[in-house]
């Protein structure tokens, strides 16, 4: 029962580099999020997604990049890494059933560091 | 829009004794509050929600918080602090869609 992982856990990246952040559900769950947590700023929202092959921005979608193929599955992207996006990324995911009442489920986290 | 506000960067308990960790909000519309733990290095813990019905709500590991709606505040509490809940806590209200808006996060501190 592992719920929301996150793969890779650590990543240190020079400006300029691309790479995805992959996130895998095994709950079934229907939507899907991205967040990013800064010191002092809480988590702020990047993308998410209601279903497979759909997805919207959040607050703070510049410079990122999503995918969601397959409903288990949802993959952040940064095409070019600036030294701003140095943070510790969340996936969560949570059920339709009941829309706005289910509570999300989060993943432990992608350290990334751009130098 | 809808927005949370933790007023206390930084909450400090002796072991035992009631804990408060404060949380306003501002909603347009009916609100739906939640309250999350982080462990360092962990990701965030789903702890209760409120989302209609009695103004104190019990969660896990024996938190509870009180919706009070003409204060527009959601205080997370514990009669009784363990040094094992020293830990990060975040409010959050629902968005207009899913997604969720965050607070700033208080840290809880408990002392032996």
């Known amino acids: 029962n592992a719920g929301v992982t996150q793969t890779p856990k650590f990543r240190v990246l020079k400006t300029g580099q691309s790479m995805t952040l992959l996130c895998a559900q095994d709950?079934?769950?229907?939507?899907m999020y991205w967040y990013r947590q800064d010191p002092g700023m809480g988590l702020r929202l990047i993308h998410y997604?209601?279903?497979?092959?759909?997805?919207a921005k959040g607050e703070v979608p510049d410079g990122y990049n999503v995918s969601r193929l397959k409903k288990q599955n949802f993959l952040l992207g940064l095409e070019s890494a600036a030294p701003s996006q140095t943070s510790v990324y969340f996936c969560?995911?949570?059920?339709?059933?009941?829309?706005?009442?289910?509570?999300?489920?989060f993943g432990d986290g992608t350290r990334l560091s751009i130098l | 829009a809808q927005s949370v506000a933790q007023p206390e960067d930084q909450v400090n308990v002796a072991e035992g004794n009631p804990l408060t960790v404060k949380c306003t909000y501002s909603?347009?519309?009916?609100?739906?509050l939640f309250w999350y733990v982080q462990y360092p290095n962990r990701g965030l813990q789903f702890l209760l929600k409120y989302i209609t019905g009695d103004n104190l709500v019990k969660g896990s590991y024996g938190f509870e918080a009180e919706f009070n709606k003409s204060q527009t505040s959601f205080h997370l509490k514990k009669p009784s602090a363990l040094v094992s809940d020293s830990a990060l806590y975040f409010c959050?209200?629902?968005?207009?869609?899913?997604?969720?808006?965050f607070g700033k996060g208080t840290t809880l501190s408990v002392s032996s």
């Open positions: 959050a209200v629902r968005d207009v869609g899913t997604a969720l808006i």
């Open positions: 909603v347009s519309g009916n609100p739906y």
């Open positions: 969560a995911s949570s059920h339709s059933r009941q829309g706005r009442n289910q509570p999300q489920h």
């Open positions: 997604s209601v279903g497979e092959g759909t997805t």
């Open positions: 709950m079934n769950h229907e939507y």
